[in-house]
């Protein structure tokens, strides 16, 4: 091995178990949600989500910008419309009793894409 040194077999042991935990780490921040013994996570329809949880207490709706490649600001409103439509962002709240959280499902383009509790979803 010409121009590389060898380490020890421990630090490359340790350097393999911190980047598992860091990884483990990333894949626990998706949230789920569970409603009558279902569960809902990021990639459901908004149809599963009708089926598994029901109608929400609240929800919300908006048109978020659509960037285009090149570009750091989106395009004028006049021009978005006929060029690049926007993507619908929803929020449904769901009231899920006394001693729980809040949950806010956010769908974009119609499929969840996060799951918040409490006043987190901003």
């Not at 020890?8 to 598992?20: D, I, K, N, P």
């Not at 780490?25 to 009708?50: K, P, W, Y």
Request: charged content about 20%.
């Amino acid at each position: 091995m010409a121009g590389f040194a060898v380490r020890s077999g421990v630090s490359w042991a340790v350097c393999g178990v911190l980047g598992l935990s860091l990884g483990l780490n990333t894949a626990a921040r998706a949230e789920s949600l569970r409603c009558h013994g279902e569960i809902v996570s990021e990639g459901d329809t908004r149809l599963t989500v009708l089926r598994r949880c029901g109608q929400p207490a609240l929800k919300d709706a908006r048109c978020a910008p659509v960037f285009v490649a090149g570009r750091v600001q989106p395009l004028p409103e006049h021009l978005a419309a006929l060029v690049a439509p926007c993507v619908t962002i929803e929020d449904w709240l769901y009231e899920r009793g006394p001693g729980f959280l809040p949950a806010t499902v956010r769908f974009r383009g119609g499929v969840v894409q996060a799951i918040f509790y409490g006043k987190e979803s901003q």
